[in-house]
Every structure is written in C-alpha cells, then in structure tokens.
C-alpha cells in the first residue's frame, strides 16, 4: 500500500511526506520530480512551453505509474486530485492524506517561491483563493483531512500514521 500526500500548494506536502517516510522508513517520491526527470525540464518550463494541459497529462501517466509500485510515500503534486480517474488510480493503492491550511498561511508559505507556474500572477492571494475554492470540493475526495495551519511536522505525522494504521 502507498501513501499519497495531497493538498493545495503550500500546504505542507513535501516536508511531511519527506517526514512521514522517514518515519516508517519507506521511500519518497515526488510526482513533480518524477514528472520533470521525464520531460527533462522543470515544471515552469513544462507550463510555459507546452502548457498546462500537456502537464496535467504527463501527471496522470506518473499517478498511475506510481499507483502501480507499492510501498511508497507519494508527495503528489497540487493538482492531481482534479483528474478523477487520478484519484481512482491512487486509491486503488494507497490511502489518500489531504492536507489543507487557511488562504492566509498558504499565501505566506508560497509567497516567496516563483517555482509555481500557477501563482506567477499580479495578484497571488486572488488566485489562491479562487483556485482553492474551486478545487475544495475536489480535495474531499481524500481518505483522510488534516489542517497543518496550526500543527507541527512532528504531529501531522503522527495523525497520518494513526490514520493509516486503524484503516
Ligand atoms: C500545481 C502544484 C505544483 C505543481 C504544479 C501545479 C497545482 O505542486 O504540480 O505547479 O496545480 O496545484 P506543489 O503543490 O507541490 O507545489
């Protein structure tokens, strides 16, 4: 069985995800880093030369890929819960942990990035905002919520591992 980390962008994914395989000493992998050894590029590249549908692409074959190992910690990208064969594919094998957090930490966690193609904006609070609404009733789809706004690494990871454990 895998664990996918999902959520919004600054949410927290990567830290936990990276924490939680230490933890129970699986291995890490990260949708984007795998999307971007694929394509040779970086995901900002990927968006500006060939567009976000290409990417959205790419990520579902990397989801079902992933979906078919086992064992492992997917930090997976922002995104992926909008496909739904995505999430039939990650479910099929794992348990899917969404982690959210309040417009205002997301902004203050993503502000000083300028890796993320879709927050390259004049007004990124705006469309963290307007993306975040839209995609709400996406991220419900997961197994199992949790708002890291407030809570440590160490007792985010704690929560999944209960979770993952009484399932
Ligand atoms: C995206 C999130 C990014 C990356 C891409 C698109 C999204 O991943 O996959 O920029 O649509 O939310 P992170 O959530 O890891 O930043």
Known sequence: MNIVIVGFMGTGKTVVAKALAKELKKDYVSMDNVIEKKEGKSISDIFAQ??????????????????????????????????????????????????????????????????????????????????????????????????TSKKSIREIVKEIVEVVGSR
């Open 50 to 147: 060939k567009g976000e549908p290409y990417f959205r692409n790419v990520e579902k074959e990397v989801a079902k890929e992933l979906s078919e190992k086992d064992g492992l910690i997917i930090d997976a990208g922002g995104g992926v819960v909008l496909n739904e064969e995505n999430i039939k594919n990650l479910k099929n094998n794992g348990k899917i942990i969404c982690l959210t957090a309040t417009i205002d930490v997301i902004f203050e966690r993503t502000k000083r990035h300028t890796h993320r193609p879709l927050l390259n904006v004049e007004d990124p609070k705006k469309k963290i905002k307007e993306l975040f609404d839209f995609r709400t009733p996406y991220y419900k789809k997961a197994d199992h919520e949790i708002d």
